[in-house]
Structures are given as structure tokens and as C-alpha cells.
């Protein structure tokens, strides 16, 4: 039996918390595609395990161990879960197939059901590789009515004015929002969170004109603007794909990383046609 010092175990108990987040990732991300819970259910679930995955990698001495999620993945094997109902130990075993750090019992963070597939795959856990490269839920990341598209800021004419062809698709997005089913925006969004937008969207703004260019500064302001706009906006509109790509480069960046000034250039430029369209939408 092998003595671990108190920081070798400290260190292996995090590379295991890292292990359970994401293979409880996967699941969840498999009982949302299932339905198995609901939007609210997941996109909070889904955040806060994303945080904690931040977190765990926030301590230096794990980030050198971890180095990046492919290397991880190569290094290490998964051991099996044990337990009824999604509970179980975790065991993390390096290349020789030894226990790195006997037995971790990782708690239950959602009553989502965990497949044994996620096992059996081993590695290959590909919808929470894909969630941790985007740090965000799907539910961000993606309108949640994809067919409702808010046209351009000043495109939208009077259908008793604009051309046939203009009028046809501007009746059309009308009606599509009018008769959105449960859990579109049906109706106009709160005074509260369409100011809660408005704000996040300034904030951002105004840190890239302070030159406030790192990761760490940058990402937690521009997940704020997302998640604001995710309660005022269903559909899409011109500038929710930048937000989202530039949510997904920085999330691949260090912590301490900066921006260039060509890059945050092109991030206030976009941002600023995102803010249009979203300002444009809302008086549409």
C-alpha cells in the first residue's frame, strides 16, 4: 500500500472531482436530449457544475497535474461507477491500470439517471468534452426557439408598405411569436430584465474601453450577458452567434491570457453590432 502525503492526496481527491463532474455532465447532458429534466433544471445544474470544474482548476498545482482535457483523457482511465441510482465510488486509475487514489466517493449532484453506458464508453464522453469546450449550457448557447429570427435592426418594415416578399416574412415572424408554444416568448419580457440586458451589455462594453482583456476578466461579464439575454430573448437575433463564439474563445483561453488588439478590436466591433441588433429587436 502506497502512503500519500496530505497535498499528493489533496491533488488526486481533485483530479477525481474533475472525473465526477465530467462524467455527471454527460448524464445530464443525455437526460436533457432525453427530456428527463427540464430546461430550468438543466441549465442550472449544467452552470453550476461548470463552475466547480472552474474552480477545481482555479489551484495551480492541479492545473499542472490536469494540463488540458485531451491530455487528461489520455492519461487517465476511467474506473467504474458503483451503486444504485446514479451513486458510487469513482476509481481514477493512471496508465498501469493502478489506483491513483483508492476509492472516491463522489456526491450526488443531480437526480438525473446516470447510465452505465458512460462506463462502458470509457473516455469517450463527447457531449461533456463539447460542453466544457463551450463553457456554457446547450440552453445558452442555442436559442431555444431557433425558428423564431428576429430580423435586422431597421429591416423590419410595415407589412402595408414594404414589398410582398417583406411583408410575408415579417407577418410571418409575427405570427410564429404570437403563437410560440410553452416556453417561448409569447409575450413581451419584463421591463426589469430587459434593463438586467442592457446593463450586462454596457458592463462589457465598457470594460473592453477600459482594456480589460483577460479571460478572467472578460468571460464572467460576457456569461452575464448571455444569461440575460437568455430570460428577455427565445429566438435568434443578429448577434447571439458572436456572443456565443466569443464566449467559446475565451473560455479555451487562460486564465491570465489577453486578448490582442486586433482580437479586442474585433470583439467591441462585434459586440457593439450585437447590442444593435438586441436594442433593434426590442423595439421591433
Given at each position: 500500500e502506497v502512503k500519500l502525503l496530505p497535498r499528493e492526496r489533496e491533488l488526486y481527491e481533485s483530479l477525481a472531482e474533475i472525473y465526477s463532474i465530467i462524467i455527471t455532465i454527460d448524464g445530464l447532458e443525455r437526460a436533457y436530449i432525453k427530456d428527463s429534466v427540464t430546461e430550468a433544471e438543466y441549465t442550472d445544474t449544467c452552470q453550476r457544475l461548470l463552475k466547480q470544474y472552474s474552480s477545481t482548476l482555479s489551484d495551480e498545482g492541479v492545473r499542472t497535474a490536469f494540463i488540458d482535457l485531451e491530455t487528461f483523457r489520455r492519461k487517465w482511465d476511467w474506473g467504474g461507477w458503483l451503486g444504485a441510482e446514479g451513486r458510487g465510488n469513482a476509481v481514477l486509475k493512471g496508465e498501469s491500470g493502478k489506483n491513483g487514489i483508492g476509492e472516491y466517493r463522489r456526491s450526488e449532484r443531480t437526480g438525473a439517471d446516470e447510465s452505465s453506458s458512460s462506463t462502458e464508453r470509457g473516455m469517450d464522453c463527447p457531449r461533456a468534452i463539447e460542453r466544457i469546450r463551450t463553457g456554457i449550457p446547450l440552453t445558452l448557447a442555442q436559442p431555444s426557439n431557433p425558428s423564431i429570427t428576429h430580423p435586422h435592426p431597421g429591416t423590419h418594415a410595415n407589412p402595408q408598405t414594404a414589398s410582398p416578399a417583406t411583408a410575408a416574412t415579417t407577418t410571418t415572424t409575427t405570427t410564429a411569436t404570437a403563437a410560440a408554444p410553452n416556453g417561448s416568448r409569447s409575450k413581451a419580457p419584463s421591463s426589469a430584465l430587459v434593463l438586467a440586458a442592457t446593463e450586462n451589455f454596457i458592463t462589457f462594453l465598457d470594460a473592453l474601453k477600459l482594456s480589460l482583456l483577460s479571460k478572467d476578466q472578460l468571460h464572467p461579464l460576457l456569461s452575464e450577458v448571455i444569461q440575460s439575454l437568455s430570460r428577455v430573448v427565445d429566438g435568434d437575433f443578429v448577434g447571439r452567434a458572436d456572443i456565443v463564439k466569443w464566449l467559446i474563445r475565451l473560455n479555451g483561453m487562460k486564465a491570465n491570457e489577453e486578448l490582442g488588439e486586433g482580437e479586442a478590436r474585433?470583439?467591441?466591433?462585434?459586440?457593439?453590432?450585437?447590442?444593435?441588433?438586441?436594442?433593434?429587436?426590442m423595439r421591433d
Amino acid at each position: 500500500e502506497v502512503k500519500l502525503l496530505p497535498r499528493e492526496r489533496e491533488l488526486y481527491e481533485s483530479l477525481a472531482e474533475i472525473y465526477s463532474i465530467i462524467i455527471t455532465i454527460d448524464g445530464l447532458e443525455r437526460a436533457y436530449i432525453k427530456d428527463s429534466v427540464t430546461e430550468a433544471e438543466y441549465t442550472d445544474t449544467c452552470q453550476r457544475l461548470l463552475k466547480q470544474y472552474s474552480s477545481t482548476l482555479s489551484d495551480e498545482g492541479v492545473r499542472t497535474a490536469f494540463i488540458d482535457l485531451e491530455t487528461f483523457r489520455r492519461k487517465w482511465d476511467w474506473g467504474g461507477w458503483l451503486g444504485a441510482e446514479g451513486r458510487g465510488n469513482a476509481v481514477l486509475k493512471g496508465e498501469s491500470g493502478k489506483n491513483g487514489i483508492g476509492e472516491y466517493r463522489r456526491s450526488e449532484r443531480t437526480g438525473a439517471d446516470e447510465s452505465s453506458s458512460s462506463t462502458e464508453r470509457g473516455m469517450d464522453c463527447p457531449r461533456a468534452i463539447e460542453r466544457i469546450r463551450t463553457g456554457i449550457p446547450l440552453t445558452l448557447a442555442q436559442p431555444s426557439n431557433p425558428s423564431i429570427t428576429h430580423p435586422h435592426p431597421g429591416t423590419h418594415a410595415n407589412p402595408q408598405t414594404a414589398s410582398p416578399a417583406t411583408a410575408a416574412t415579417t407577418t410571418t415572424t409575427t405570427t410564429a411569436t404570437a403563437a410560440a408554444p410553452n416556453g417561448s416568448r409569447s409575450k413581451a419580457p419584463s421591463s426589469a430584465l430587459v434593463l438586467a440586458a442592457t446593463e450586462n451589455f454596457i458592463t462589457f462594453l465598457d470594460a473592453l474601453k477600459l482594456s480589460l482583456l483577460s479571460k478572467d476578466q472578460l468571460h464572467p461579464l460576457l456569461s452575464e450577458v448571455i444569461q440575460s439575454l437568455s430570460r428577455v430573448v427565445d429566438g435568434d437575433f443578429v448577434g447571439r452567434a458572436d456572443i456565443v463564439k466569443w464566449l467559446i474563445r475565451l473560455n479555451g483561453m487562460k486564465a491570465n491570457e489577453e486578448l490582442g488588439e486586433g482580437e479586442a478590436r474585433e470583439l467591441m466591433f462585434e459586440m457593439e453590432g450585437a447590442y444593435a441588433g438586441f436594442k433593434g429587436m426590442m423595439r421591433d
